[in-house]
């Protein structure tokens, strides 16, 4: 008799990486069970609203499904119709809002224990696929009044911010584009960044409008300084002089990216070696030291997450689930997509 609690595959992680390894875990014969802690692309969602993204649309599709946009570049909202569309196509068993809380083996399987809101089920696998991103898990700056209402790790809209005083913590294309919105929505706008300089790898677009906006001093930008402290109604920062500023803030977005989920790959037993901390795994067929634990994705490169994105994070499923064959054209595919320019 099947056991009903048993699946051949569990993927965590119902984003693009995730449903890309469903793909290619059915199309070789395994059903798997997709689950998420959020909605599926979750991390798309957490994207501000009407955001476009800078990659061409073929570089995002998965399973061979075309991904049609009504400009050059894929916005947030087609992304998110794309993604549930293939979820839909391909029949795939995806559970959402649904967390897996561990895992460990016994008995020649995995026991994975998952949290949702119908409560806590034990169900078994034999092989276990972590794609979990990393746009869950901020870094943070660990400074009081990080966790205060107006403060967030996310930027959500422009629009919301109209008429108020923006504080922008961070020096990457995110934090460019989202203190540029700010400041055209109608925002009082400062960006605060621990370098001197603006990082090399900021859009070529952005960068000139940014820097113009700077000398014209509709955006004030405080470079090479430190945030020391949060208020309800500023940011506190310090220059490396040592002299201390309070900046106005009625909001404040503190973007300086993000991590992969550690702790869950501790529990699993995963081990992380170097400042990256980096997991141990097979390049080939993406097997951690524990057997049956698979990673796919940017999760691969510990806190180098810019090494791993869509475009070539895709193809891992064939990696995990494929042959020889199938793992040599994974390979040739990702060299074939090398990381577009800037980002």
Not at 265 to 275: F, V
Not at 299 to 304: D, E, I, M, Q
Request: include cysteine.
């Amino acid at each position: 008799m099947t056991d009903p609690r048993h699946h051949p595959a569990i993927i965590v992680g119902a984003g693009p990486i995730g449903l890309a390894c469903a793909i290619s875990a059915r199309r070789n014969g395994i059903d798997p069970l997709v689950v998420d802690q959020g909605a599926i692309a979750e991390s798309i969602v957490k994207y501000p609203i009407g955001m476009t993204f800078f990659t061409t649309p073929e570089r995002l599709e998965i399973g061979g499904h075309p991904m049609t946009c009504a400009g050059a570049k894929t916005t947030r909202e087609e992304a998110l119709m794309y993604f549930r569309g293939v979820v839909r196509a391909e029949q795939l068993n995806v559970r959402t809002y649904t967390r897996l809380e561990s895992a460990a083996p016994k008995d020649g399987r995995l026991h994975c224990q998952l949290a949702s809101q119908r409560g806590a089920e034990i169900v078994t696998t034999d092989r276990l696929v972590i794609a979990t991103g990393y746009f869950d898990h901020p870094n943070l700056l660990d400074v009081p009044g990080e966790s205060l209402p107006h403060v967030s790790h996310w930027f959500d809209e422009a629009h919301r911010t109209a008429g108020q005083d923006v504080v922008i913590v961070g020096g990457k294309n995110s934090a460019i584009e989202s203190a540029l919105q700010c400041y055209r929505a109608g925002a009082r706008v400062s960006l605060v960044y621990r370098r001197p300089e603006l990082k090399p790898s900021v859009k070529f677009w952005l960068r000139p409008d940014f820097e113009n906006r700077v000398k014209a001093g509709e955006i004030r930008a405080y470079l090479g300084c430190e945030v020391t402290a949060i208020t309800d109604h500023s940011v506190e920062v310090r220059d490396a002089t040592g002299l201390a500023q309070s900046i106005p803030a009625d909001r404040v977005y503190v973007l300086t990216g993000y991590h992969p989920d550690f702790s869950l790959l501790r529990q699993l037993g995963i081990e992380l070696t170097g400042p990256e901390e980096r997991p141990t795994h097979n390049p080939e067929t993406l097997e951690t030291n524990v057997p049956g634990i698979h990673l796919a994705g940017s999760v691969t490169a510990g806190r180098a997450i810019s090494e791993i994105f869509i475009e070539n994070g895709r193809f891992d499923g064939d990696k995990i689930f494929g042959d020889s064959t199938q793992r040599a054209r994974a390979d040739a595919r990702y060299a074939a997509h090398p990381r577009p320019v800037g980002e």
